[in-house]
């Protein structure tokens, strides 16, 4: 059994360049405390995928600050301006292990779970992530064989709302 977990980063400061932009207080604490609910979900994360960008690499940060253990990090510098379908390649061709993650923007997150969920049961996410939010997604098979509309959705966690 495989387990994919699809986060959209924490809530971010504004400003430009977007790239560089950080992480806000809010953000630091809604990540942290996703962090601490994904280990007991799903425990240790074998591969995980994060954007190059600032806030994503923080989110990353609070994720294991929160109690989020992860055995490998990949800074993926294409997820950035991913779409889905890319994404998706980057699964098939370089996740390894049984849990795989995967932190990166909007709307490309809530995209590619659109993409994978076999739309049994109900969604959270069908108006997008919210910040910090984190599709946990099961299947049998290999990374490579990455099933589009075959993926059951097991649980989507949040951060409390202020």
């Keep these: 059994m495989?387990?994919?977990v699809i986060m959209r980063h924490?809530?971010?400061?504004?400003?430009?360049?977007d790239h560089?932009?950080?992480?806000?207080?809010?953000?630091?604490?809604?990540?942290?405390?996703?962090?601490?609910?994904?280990?007991?979900?799903v425990g240790?994360?074998?591969?995980?995928?994060?954007?190059?960008?600032?806030r994503t690499r923080q989110?990353?940060?609070?994720?294991?600050?929160?109690?989020?253990?992860?055995?490998?990090?990949?800074?993926?510098p294409r997820l950035y301006s991913a779409g889905g379908d890319e994404v998706i390649d980057i699964l098939r061709g370089e996740?390894?292990?049984?849990?795989?993650?995967?932190?990166?923007?909007?709307?490309?997150?809530?995209?590619?779970?659109?993409?994978?969920?076999d739309r049994a049961g109900e969604a959270e996410f069908d108006r997008g992530f919210p910040t910090s939010g984190a599709a946990v997604f099961q299947f049998d098979g290999e990374w490579a064989d990455l099933p589009v509309g075959g993926m059951s959705l097991h649980h989507f966690v949040t951060a409390p709302r202020p």
């Design 59 to 76: 989110t990353l940060d609070a994720l294991t600050s929160g109690g989020l253990d992860v055995s490998d990090v990949s800074v993926e």
């Design 95 to 117: 996740a390894e292990g049984d849990i795989v993650m995967v932190v990166g923007h909007e709307p490309t997150m809530s995209a590619v779970a659109f993409q994978l969920w």
């Design 20 to 41: 560089a932009r950080p992480l806000n207080e809010r953000g630091r604490r809604q990540a942290g405390h996703v962090g601490g609910e994904l280990s007991r979900v």
């Design 10 to 17: 924490a809530k971010a400061a504004n400003g430009s360049p």
């Design 2 to 4: 495989k387990t994919l």
């Design 44 to 54: 240790t994360i074998d591969t995980l995928f994060v954007s190059d960008a600032n």
